[in-house]
């Protein structure tokens, strides 16, 4: 069962910001929202993640909704390597499991 | 580079060999887990090791058989394989099972049987 959704694909501009959106609306009050993403051939990598509040590290920013039914996960200053499979996960702080979808096809273009 | 790592990184092997793909992580986590994933297909869970003890086995054919021997090791042996186990193999580890830690991901092993 999809926890989560994101479009399927997006470009987006070297240099501009990329705002990724993901759908969650059955997420619980104990599930947080992980973000990973995968350059082509290569394990997936840790981004971010968040409860509630926006969070902010040297990759990127997570900002989460009031209602927490939806986030965005925007990369402040695309570049081409950022050009990944986005995953948007909900995890509960009780469950080690990461569960894949599909996930978001980023392309940055120059 | 992750801390977690790989070997090797393609792997060519036909239906009747035996091989083995290794994991290797020093940044002192207790929970290691094996990742299969096919062509345009999402991530699969596999294995899981927590503490040496694997807590979890997702219906993987035993033709596939994992080992850790310590905490910073992780086997995956491989037997009798039939083409469509042809995938890329993640390797990650994490803190520990329970606790929403990061996991962190090894590059995978490109496996093609033939």
């Not at chain 2, 036909?14 to 083995?20: D, R």
């Not at chain 2, 990742?35 to 899981?48: C, D, G, H, N, R």
């Not at chain 2, 003890?53 to 219906?59: A, F, G, I, L």
Request: proline share 5%; hydrophobic share 30%.
């Amino acid at each position: 069962d999809a926890k989560t959704t994101q479009p399927p694909s997006m470009d987006c501009a070297e240099g501009r910001a990329a705002n990724l959106p993901c759908n969650h609306s059955t997420i619980s009050g104990n599930e947080y929202v992980y973000w990973y993403r995968q350059i082509h051939s290569q394990g997936p990598q840790y981004i971010i993640h968040g409860l509630k509040n926006n969070e902010t590290n040297e990759m990127a920013s997570l900002i989460i909704t009031e209602d927490r039914k939806s986030s965005t996960l925007i990369l402040p200053h695309a570049t081409l390597r950022d050009t990944a499979v986005y995953y948007c996960i909900v995890r509960s702080s009780n469950d080690y499991k990461l569960s894949f979808g599909a996930g978001t096809t980023v392309t940055v273009r120059a | 580079e992750t801390g977690v790592t790989q070997t090797p990184r393609h792997l060519v092997m036909g239906m009747t060999n035996k091989k083995s793909l290794k994991c290797e992580q020093h940044l002192g986590h207790n929970a290691m887990y094996w990742y299969k994933q096919s062509a345009k297909k999402p991530l699969e869970l596999m294995f899981v090791y927590s503490l040496e003890e694997r807590v979890e086995n997702n219906s993987v054919p035993s033709r596939f058989s994992p080992e850790c021997p310590n905490s910073s090791h992780l086997f995956l042996h491989l037997h009798t394989l039939q083409p469509e186990d042809s995938a890329l193999y993640l390797c990650a580890s994490s803190a520990d099972r329970a606790r929403h830690t990061e996991a962190f991901f090894g590059q995978g092993t490109r496996l093609t049987v033939v």
